[in-house]
């Protein structure tokens, strides 16, 4: 299997606080890479370092086998990466259709036509303004926003903060939706258990230091350590292929459904 | 009496257009860029004498579009090379390199067209009074008029329907978010930049066949331009529209009464906004909407 994006020894700081110790980490083309870690363990500003909203001092990050260390942010998303922030990031004062005409679209499959297809619910809120919809609503957005650029590699961050249960287990589907599609995904996640059941491969941050790598169906079997990535509020419930039937009826009136 | 009244109505709706075109030229840079541009009065002053300049080889209609435009690409050379360096520096940074670029402009203008004013001469067509009795509605004044409407019009268009656009209104949100879809804010930027500089080009040769030429004519015109964008509440493209036409016709209508108030009534405005709405006429809405 070749390698989408490879970083190795990064280190970023914010002003002078140190936050990444000699960061490495590998995303495997066309499979689902986590990222797990406990609050402040330096998930987000690994993932703003990848795409170079905050640079690192030191180390070398590889997309796609060009060097894009030192590549403004635009020239990476450009280059195939789509990025969904944490907090989703939406353009609360503009409507749902301009925050779609934002990213510069680049040729493939993922149009706005498309997007109103896959996501009917996003078609009808339309006209309205990004601060008018819901927290799921947005990170359908955020998500079909970096779609958009028609990336090989999607990179979320925290796509299920906030969200209620049934919600999270739409916006995992669509990212398993995404790598059946050939993309590669790099995914951060608070939701340990969750992400577990989609990804193929993890990697666990701590303090600003990778403290394990290995594959998903490793760590799912390290019942202490997902306690302790979890924390004492350790989720109880954990993603399900199948829905139940009130679970599918509640979904027919709230349509995200990737089509 | 109510001529006198309709007389400094139209003043105050000249004089407010004069501030709507400044300050919304102010307020996209303030807003993309975070830069209060102080400088932005002399290149009103420019765009006048730009098209004083070019007028014996162009033809006053000639000098009208080219100059503004040459205003916009000489806003964007100066954001290339100066501007953009102090985005990422604090504030006093770019207020204090505005400010020096104010006088090195002003100065520039007195050397090559000297320190007394000139003469832009209109075309006659466009001089005559209407009428005896409206002797203060002169085809220039409509005309002036009309061409404010259909440059904010334009500028609102621009903004509101165009992808540039689209991603200027998202910039002034989020730009680390724009240019993670794929931007090149640098590039957005200073297309704005250029836009706004543009405006007050436009401004200076609408002024310029108005009042004339000197070397500090945008200097009335800046701190009004500021006024209007703090009325009519910050961020918001449409309440600076409101706020310069407001302080504008404010003050002319403060004159009928009260000669000496005219730029006195314009302050208090601002006090009483400031206190009763701290957010300005529109700032609810929150970024250029």
């Known amino acids: ?259 | 009496m109510l001529t006198l009244i309709l007389f400094n109505l139209t003043n105050g709706i000249i004089l407010g257009l004069f501030y709507v075109l400044m300050a919304l030229g102010v307020s996209l840079i303030l807003n993309l860029s975070n830069v209060i541009n102080f400088a932005h009065g002399n290149f009103l002053a420019l765009g006048g004498y730009f098209a004083f300049s070019l007028a014996p080889y162009l033809g006053y209609w000639g000098a009208f579009i080219v100059a503004p435009i040459l205003i916009g690409v000489l806003g964007l050379i100066v954001e290339q090379t100066m501007i953009k360096r102090v985005y990422a520096r604090p504030h006093v940074y770019s207020l204090l390199l505005t400010f020096g670029l104010s006088f090195i402009i002003q100065d520039m203008c007195r050397t090559i067209w000297g320190v007394n004013g000139l003469p832009l001469s209109i075309p006659n067509a466009l001089n005559s009074p209407l009428s005896n009795q409206f002797f203060f509605l002169t085809g220039y004044r409509i005309f002036l008029v009309a061409v404010v409407i259909v440059a904010v019009a334009a500028l609102f268009a621009f903004l509101g329907f165009t992808r540039v656009g689209t991603r200027i209104r998202a910039g002034t949100f989020d730009l680390d978010t724009v240019s993670a879809l794929g931007i090149n804010i640098g590039l957005l930027r200073a297309l704005n930049f250029a836009l706004g500089i543009g405006l007050a080009g436009l401004a200076g040769v609408l002024a310029g066949g108005q009042i004339g030429l000197n070397p500090n004519m945008g200097d009335n015109l800046v701190l009004p331009s500021f006024i209007a964008i703090i009325v009519g509440g910050i961020g918001s493209l449409t309440g600076t529209l409101v706020g310069g036409l407001v302080i504008g016709v404010a003050s002319a209508l403060t004159s009928v009464w009260w000669s000496a108030g005219s730029n006195v009534v314009m302050y208090i405005l601002m006090v009483v906004i400031l206190v009763a709405r701290p957010r300005g006429i529109m700032g609810e809405e929150g970024m250029m909407t």
């Open chain 1, 1 to 259: 299997m070749t390698i989408a994006l490879e970083a190795e020894g990064l280190n970023t700081f914010y002003g002078k606080s140190h936050i990444l110790y000699d960061v490495g980490l590998k995303v495997k083309e066309g499979a689902i890479t986590t990222l797990l870690g406990r609050n402040g363990a330096g998930k987000t500003t690994t993932l703003r370092s990848l795409v170079g909203l905050t640079p690192p001092r030191s180390g070398k990050i590889t997309i796609f086998g060009k060097d894009t260390t030192h590549t403004p942010t635009y020239r990476i998303t450009q280059n195939g990466v789509g990025y969904v922030p944490e907090g989703r990031k939406i353009f609360a004062h503009l409507t749902v259709e301009d925050n779609l005409r934002v990213p510069q679209e680049r040729p493939g499959p993922w149009t706005i036509e498309r997007v109103y297809q896959t996501f009917p619910r996003l078609a009808e809120r339309k006209m309205n303004k990004g601060r008018q919809l819901s927290g799921g609503e947005q990170e359908m957005l955020s998500i079909a926003r970096a779609l958009l650029l028609n990336p090989q590699l999607l990179i979320l961050d925290e796509p299920s903060q906030g969200l209620a249960p049934l919600i999270v287990k739409e916006v995992f589907r669509i990212v398993q939706q995404t790598k059946a599609d050939g993309m590669s995904v790099l995914l951060v996640e608070q939701n340990v258990r969750a992400s577990l059941e989609i990804a193929d491969y993890a990697y666990v941050l701590d303090h600003g230091v990778m403290g394990w790598s290995g594959t998903a169906a490793d760590l799912v079997k390290d019942e202490e350590r997902i306690q302790a990535l979890a924390g004492a509020s350790a989720e109880e419930w954990s993603f399900d292929d199948t829905l139940s039937a009130a679970e599918t009826e509640a979904l027919a009136h709230q349509p995200h459904a990737v089509a």
